[in-house]
Each structure stands twice: as C-alpha cells, then as structure tokens.
C-alpha cells in the first residue's frame, strides 16, 4: 500500500492532481466501456427481433393445423327439429334425416313411497340419520369405525393399509377400493382376477397385475373401533378426551384398559379411573396422578352401515360403488357421495313427496336385458330408502331415428357420425301404428356442411398480418439512422447531466445499432424470395399456386419493404372455390422448398434465422461464452479488468512520487529552519 501524503509540505491540491492525470490515463478504458456498452445494447436488439421472430413462428405454427382451413358451418333446414355443428373433418356434403321415432332419456328409479315415519314429522335432510324416523323403522347400524386412506402405488401389484392397531372388518361389503377412480371388486381368499382386489386381515392388498407408479390407491374400510393417541400434561386433574363424532369404548393408560361402566371407567379388577362425562368427554374424578406428561390411547367407536350401487354404461361397462356412511351423517352427506362418485347416478330427495329418486347422468338404453339403475338389499336402500325389486324405472331409452334412409339408433341425442355433430330436439314423422296417424309431419330434415369462408378469410388475414408487423419491426431496425455523434456516455459524463437529459443521450446513442445488419436483411430477402415463389404440389391447383393468385400481393410503397395486402373479394372467392387448393397452398408439405406449402416454408426460414439469432446474441438463459456477442463482452472484460489494475498502479506510482516530493520538501524545510536557527543564535 502506498502511502500518501496530501500536500502538507508543499500546499499543493495532490489529490486534485492526481485526478488530473488519471483523466488522461482512463481515456482506453473510456473506449473500452464504451464498447462494451455498445455490444450489451447490441446484444438486447437481437433478443428483442429474435423474439418478434418467435411470435411470428408461433403463428405459423398454429397455421399448419388444418382446423385453421377447415372451419365447417353446417345449417339444418330446421332448427326445431334437428341441429348440427362440423369439425374439421367433416367433408363438405349433406345429409338427410327422414325422421326421429323416439329420443334418448336417461333411466329414473323411483322409491315405493314415502320415507317419513308420518306427514307431520318430515325427514330433515340436514341433520344425522341417527336422529331421523323414518316409515321402515330405525335404520340397522354396525359398531366400529369407517376410515379413508389413499396410497401412492409404487408400480407394484401391492400396497398396505396403515391400520395404526386396529382389527380391519373384511367383509367386502364394507370396503371400496379405487384406483385413480377405477373401482375394484374386493376378494378377501384366492387370486385376484382383473378389476379385482385381495385384501387380508392385516390390510395388505394384492393386484392382479402391477399398478402404475403415482396411482392413487382409495381404499374406504371399517374397523372394530377407532385407536388414536392423545397426551395428556403432567399434573392433570382431568383429562379431555378429543372424540369428535365417535364414542368411548376404552381407554388405555399406562398399559391398563378401562371400560365404562355406566359412567365409570373401570379395569379388569375393578380399578376405577374415573368418572367419564358422554356430554363434555371429559375424565373427572381421576384416582391416578401424572407425575409427567403421558401419552393414553383411546379407543372409540360410531354407528356406520353401506350399501351399494351398480349402472351401466357404454361398450358394456359396468360401474359399482360401496358407499359407506355412520350415524352423524346427514341424508345430504349420503346424497352428496353419490351425485359425487362416478357410479353415474345422482339421488334426490324431494320434501314435499316425501319420496327419493335416482337417475342416470347418462342418457341411452346400456342393459337392454333390465334395469339400467341395480341397487342392492342393504337395508338403507331396501327398507329405509324403500328402493326394492319392484321399484319403477323409467326411461333409460336410445335415440331412435332414421338418416340417409338408414334406421339407427344413439345412446344420446348428441352424436357425431363422419365429423358431423347432430343434435335431436324433438321427434317428427312418427307414425301412430294404431291411428296411422303422424306425429309433428315435416318435409326431411337436411343439414348441409360447407365451409366458413369469413374464419377461414380471418385465419389468413391474422397470419398476414403478424407477417406484416415482424417486416415492420426488422425493416425500422434495419434503416435506423446510426447517429456517431452520440456515444455511450462515460461514468464522469452522466455525473453532469440530469435523468432526462441521459434518456435522451442513450436512445440517440442505441439508434441504428442494426442499421444493414446482414443476418436480418438476409431474412427479409429470403422471406419475399419464398413468398413469391409458386408452389409445385400435385394437390394444388394450377390457378391458386401462388399467393398472387388468391388475393395476396406486396404493397405499392416499396418503403414497406416487401408488406402484404389483401383483396378480400378475390381471396374469399378462392376459398370457396378450392378450398383444398387454398390449404395446400399454405399448409402443404413436401421434399423441396418448391413443394412446401408458404408457411411451411416460412417456419423452416424462420427457423433458421432465429438460430442464426442465438448464436450471434443468445437468449435470457444464455451464458456469455455461448454466443459470439457475449464471448466479445467476456474479452472486454478480461481487458478492461487489466487495464484497471494498470490504472491501479499507475495511480499509486503518482502518489509515491507526490509523496517524495513532499518528503524531499519537507526534509529541506527543515534544514533550513535548523539553519536559520543556528545564525540567529
């Protein structure tokens, strides 16, 4: 470290002088920093034209998608009776419908009457089953607990429940088991078969084959009781037990179980806990103390019972669900786990009829041996719900209708046939075979599929323009002035000039920076080259091979370099002339540049240029040393790092000779005054 001594001998403004000749000195790092400046700017206008590039690629990209051409509108001759809407796919032709015999309905099973136990005392849908009377007596609860876990498989064919002590119930008509909610059928001896489950009584399960990694596994099961732990604070005079909706059986402290016994909890020898309060849960009267805190287990148990619901479905797909409930819950909770579940089946319960019904969400007949709707004889459905064997279904019917002279039926009024999506509204030209009467007689129903013009018309004008607006944005770059009266400013020039007046210096000082850039005009050129090039594809017709020839040319302004317009009236009339044509002309593929369709060969060419792009400026996730700009920036740094270090020691080399200046002074100084004195004396 040098030392430095600030003109106390020689009066003079050292520092000041120093940073005078260090003005000097920091001019090549000026340079320098001023390059750099010029190159980070530089580097920002690729990014940003790259970027305008990607958005016009992400258009082209959604322009080789054949709905972008294929936009189908399809009138009906009578909306009363019968619409449609057309994908892509859907040929332009017509079709018939003669007439429609029967529409499709979803199967309804009512209940066989009243649920209530009388007029006066209704059935309140939001309060426990357990408090509700019901006209088939008291529903016939099961003592235990119901539980729900949900296990991430591990692509095994096995999993395990965590029954934390307690004694599962392996009766299968208390269990669900779901995976990813796919039911299975629970088995609890042999080999489980497809769609099956094996479960024993230590819950472990067994696929029949190996269940993909990261499936959900739901498994809903009863057991004897509910365990949990709880701890209870050194010193208690009481303790609380946290029972929710579940009832004390036990309690297990220090490795003693006791039992209620009326209100007291007992042990086997008739040691008493305490006293045990079923409406706070609390423990009083305690003949043990906690000398630490300890942790007690506490066994309970509620009123749970199931039952179960079978649909069926399309491609003869039969869906069954266990649904478990307890005594706490309301019918609504019930009701909501059905209309939840993917049985198919929502469950109603109406007030005023007292009654409950269950429908289909599906429409259509899928059973056509019976009911569509299989509840089972658990005694919720049989005799509290009172859904039985002889319970009515209705409905549960297929569309039946005749098209293109062809009699055939749907599972829905909604249904597509070749790409065309029809919709029955209502039944017309059935004829009464008793009467011979016609119900709703009407002329055949036509629907017509044709293509949307003004879509498809919109389609393209987006594309143009996007086209447009990238031209605009390369060409302003391109022909931006280069004004070299204005540099980057240095650090001491921005000290002397206000906010403002710095804005304005640096966006004088970034105009022009690509003004002729080669990678950029290169792609305009390209870009027009492509444009106006005919494209050789057999699928094309010889009159719309070319832009021009449908409606799209360049501007007359040539400052536009190379913008495009459209006459709306000659594109319009290509597009429902040869609709093909029109999409081949810019959606086709091929071998050659001459074969691809225009946008096909625009993405390739913007493709490349993007690349081109990247490798000179990189992108936000670009290292320096990964592009040519940054690898420039990093050898500007490597110099001007040295060039301070030089600047470093140049400064200290000043200092040390101001400092010997001021040494020399100062030892003269002092001789004369030692000179001085000795004449004097």
Do not use: C
């Not at 990014?47 to 051409?69: E, G, P």
């Not at 993917?342 to 019904?357: C, I, L, R, W």
């Not at 290169?522 to 005919?534: E, G, H």
């Amino acid at each position: 470290m040098v030392q430095r001594i600030f003109g106390l001998a020689s009066g003079m403004d050292i520092d000041s002088m120093v940073k005078q000749l260090m003005t000097a000195e920091k001019i090549p790092l000026d340079k320098m920093k001023q390059q750099k400046q010029v190159l980070e700017w530089q580097r920002d206008d690729y990014r940003t034209i790259n970027s305008a590039f990607l958005d016009f690629q992400t258009a082209l990209s959604n322009m080789k998608y054949t709905t972008q051409y294929r936009v189908r509108n399809v009138t009906s001759s009578n909306d009363n009776y019968v619409t449609a809407t057309g994908s892509s796919v859907a040929s332009l032709s017509s079709s018939t419908i003669q007439s429609v015999s029967q529409l499709a309905t979803a199967a309804t099973k009512k209940n066989n009457g009243t649920i209530s136990a009388s007029p006066s005392n209704k059935i309140d849908a939001t309060k426990s089953l357990e408090s509700q009377n019901f006209a088939g007596g008291s529903i016939t609860w099961k003592t235990g607990s119901v539980e729900t876990q949900s296990i991430t498989a591990q692509g095994t064919n096995t999993a395990k429940l965590d029954l934390k002590g307690e004694t599962l119930n392996l009766d299968p008509n208390y269990m669900n088991i779901e995976v990813n909610g796919k039911n299975y059928k629970v088995i609890t001896s042999g080999t489980a078969a497809d769609n099956e489950v094996l479960v024993d009584s230590d819950g472990n399960l067994t696929f029949n084959s190996n269940v993909p990694a990261g499936s959900i596994i739901k498994v809903d099961y009863t057991t004897q009781e509910n365990i949990t732990q709880q701890t209870v604070n050194k010193d208690a005079t009481e303790i609380q037990l946290n029972l929710g909706k579940y009832t004390l059986s036990s309690v297990k402290v220090n490795g003693t179980d006791y039992t209620l016994d009326g209100d007291t909890l007992k042990d086997a020898s008739g040691n008493i806990l305490g006293t045990y309060d079923s409406a706070t849960g609390k423990i009083t009267n305690l003949n043990t103390t906690f000398t630490e805190d300890t942790t007690i287990e506490v066994h309970s148990t509620q009123n749970y019972s199931a039952f179960n619901l079978k649909t069926y479905g399309a491609n003869n797909q039969v869906n069954t669900k266990t649904f478990l409930f307890t005594g706490s819950d309301s019918l609504n909770t019930v009701m909501n786990q059905v209309n939840n579940s993917k049985v198919g089946v929502t469950m109603f319960y109406d007030s005023f009829s007292d009654k409950v019904t269950l429908t289909r969400t599906e429409t259509g007949d899928f059973n056509s041996s019976g009911s569509e709707i299989i509840t089972d004889d658990s005694d919720f459905l049989k005799t509290i719900l009172q859904f039985d064997d002889s319970s009515q279904e209705i409905g549960g019917t297929n569309a039946k209708f005749t098209i293109n002279g062809l009699e055939t039926e749907r599972n829905s009024n909604t249904f597509t046939i070749n790409g065309v999506t029809y919709t029955l509204k209502q039944t017309f030209n059935v004829t009464d075979p008793n009467t011979g009467e016609v119900t709703n007689p009407s002329a055949p129903v036509t629907l017509s599929v044709s293509n949307d013009t003004d879509k498809v018309f919109n389609n393209i004008k987006d594309l143009v323009d996007k086209y447009n607006t990238l031209i605009d944005t390369v060409n302003k770059k391109l022909t931006e002035e280069r004004d070299r009266d204005y540099p980057p400013l240095t650090d001491d020039q921005r000290e002397q000039l206000s906010d403002t007046q710095q804005e304005q210096w640096d966006a004088k000082a970034k105009s022009g920076l690509l003004r002729g850039d080669t990678i950029l005009s290169s792609a305009l050129t390209q870009m027009r080259t492509l444009i106006y090039q005919p494209v050789q594809n057999p699928n094309i017709s010889s009159s719309y091979n070319q832009l021009a020839t449908i409606g799209i040319t360049t501007t007359a302004n040539f400052m536009d370099g190379g913008k495009l317009q459209i006459n709306e009236d000659k594109l319009k009339a290509a597009i429902e002339a040869d609709p093909t044509s029109v999409e081949n002309l810019f959606r086709g593929t091929g071998d050659t540049v001459s074969s691809k369709g225009i946008v096909q060969r625009l993405y390739d060419n913007v493709t490349s240029v993007m690349n081109q792009l990247k490798e000179k400026a990189g992108n936000s996730y670009s290292t320096n040393n990964q592009f040519v700009i940054g690898r420039s920036l990093n050898d500007l740094n490597n110099q001007i790092k040295s060039f301070n270090d030089r600047l470093t020691q140049i400064e200290n080399r000043y200092y040390s000779q101001f400092t010997a200046m001021e040494q020399a002074i100062q030892q003269s100084n002092t001789q004369a005054s030692y000179i001085q004195q000795m004449f004097a004396s």
